[in-house]
């Protein structure tokens, strides 16, 4: 039961996407993984790949243009 | 059908090739499989050394284009292309050269960077992919 933090602030596409899959992928279930970053289409694509892989969003915050993105492996 | 995006990577063009691997690693990341079929001048890029060596498609203006269009890449934090080339082999991303391309060009196999090519093939090899594939473009 890992919590694993990605941080890709000032990455750019497709750096947060790629990062966030990479971090997934290593993940065991049970594991909970943050990404934290700042590019804003980002923030959108990352919910959609969780949808594409059945993986579960549990939260997503965002606060002056930094968003947190928590997932549920 | 599987989830699938194949392209067929034919310029060998800096701002193409970026295109082509920003594709493929975004379908990977959305839990597609990717495969990239190397081919013309697309194939020169997978020569060792070569990665970055593309033209611009527009504006190369001998050189200065590129120059100012990197200036910009550095300071909006843009990925080099080595990184995305990395990264699509680590999320599994399959690549073909067409042997083709390698007898016209004269390019041998000791030429190319061997660890991160998958396969050598022809136009079959492009549409053993292709046809199970959702996504198909021609780069």
């Known amino acids: 039961m890992a919590y694993i933090k990605v941080d890709v602030r000032g990455e750019t596409c497709p750096v947060p996407l790629v990062e966030t899959r990479k ?10 993984v943050e990404v934290v970053g700042t590019h804003p289409a980002s923030r959108k694509e990352i919910p959609m790949a969780l949808k594409a892989l059945g993986l579960k969003l549990v939260g997503i915050q965002e606060e002056e243009g930094v968003w947190k993105i928590k997932i549920g492996v | 059908m599987t989830d699938k995006t194949t392209i067929v990577v034919h ?52 050189g200065l284009g590129k120059w100012m269009i990197r200036r910009r890449m550095r300071a909006a934090n843009v990925a080099s292309l080595e990184k995305l080339l990395q990264d699509f082999k680590e999320l599994g991303g399959k690549i073909i050269a067409c042997e083709m391309t390698m007898q016209i060009m004269g390019i041998h ?31």
Do not use: C
């Open chain 1, 23 to 32: 971090a997934l992928r290593k993940a065991s279930p049970g594991d909970t």
């Open chain 2, 11 to 62: 310029s060998g063009d800096m701002d193409k090739i970026y295109s082509a691997l920003i594709i493929a690693n975004g379908s990977l990341s959305m839990g597609m499989e990717a495969s990239l079929y190397f081919t013309f001048w697309g194939l020169e890029r997978l020569i060792k050394g070569k990665l970055e060596k593309g033209a611009l498609s527009r504006m190369h203006m001998f």
């Open chain 2, 109 to 139: 196999r000791e030429d190319l960077r061997q660890d991160l090519i998958d396969e050598y093939g022809a136009v079959g090899a492009y549409i053993q992919e292709a046809r199970e594939s959702t996504i198909t473009l021609f780069i």
